[in-house]
């Protein structure tokens, strides 16, 4: 009966451990890598994620319009938001985006399904401005949207 006992543990510890040791590791590496975005001479991009995206817009379209802002140093200033004109693209369910060749400039994000529902990125109650330099892109991180 203890030899039993003892064989027992001796096959289970056997089994765990080859389990454990021989199962393929899980590394960063398995994982895609995010498109990485190569500007066109003369341009910049950015990217980010939106990380509350479906409190706003569930299971709809979503894209994020640059709207180019004009202003002083002192954080007045105005921006229109044409988006005939200005570099946007969608995001993805995950929240993510990233605008490709975008002028160098100032810019301030409006995200929503349409220029008329979208609303600015804001911080402090004042709509977030970033600048775009060429040949490089910002990497925004995460945002979150308020009305």
């Not at 089994?15 to 398995?30: A, I």
């Not at 570099?87 to 810019?107: H, K, L, R």
């Not at 399904?113 to 060429?134: G, L, M, Q």
């Amino acid at each position: 009966m203890v030899f039993k006992k003892m064989m027992f543990v001796f096959l289970f510890f056997c089994l765990s451990w080859g389990v454990v040791c021989c199962s393929p590791k899980v590394q960063s590496s398995d994982f895609p890598k995010p498109t990485q975005i190569k500007p066109k001479p003369g341009t910049g991009g950015m990217r980010g994620v939106i990380v509350n995206l479906d409190a706003f817009w569930k299971d709809r379209t979503v894209y994020v319009f640059a709207a180019e802002y004009v202003g002083n140093e002192q954080g007045e200033g105005i921006y229109v938001l044409e988006p005939s004109i200005h570099p946007y693209t969608t995001v993805d369910p995950g929240g993510f985006f990233q605008i490709n060749d975008m002028p160098p400039g100032e810019y301030v994000l409006v995200v929503g399904p349409s220029p008329e529902e979208a609303i600015a990125v804001r911080k402090d109650d004042k709509a977030t401005i970033y600048k775009v330099v060429e040949g490089d892109v910002l990497d925004i991180g995460s945002i979150n949207l308020s009305w």
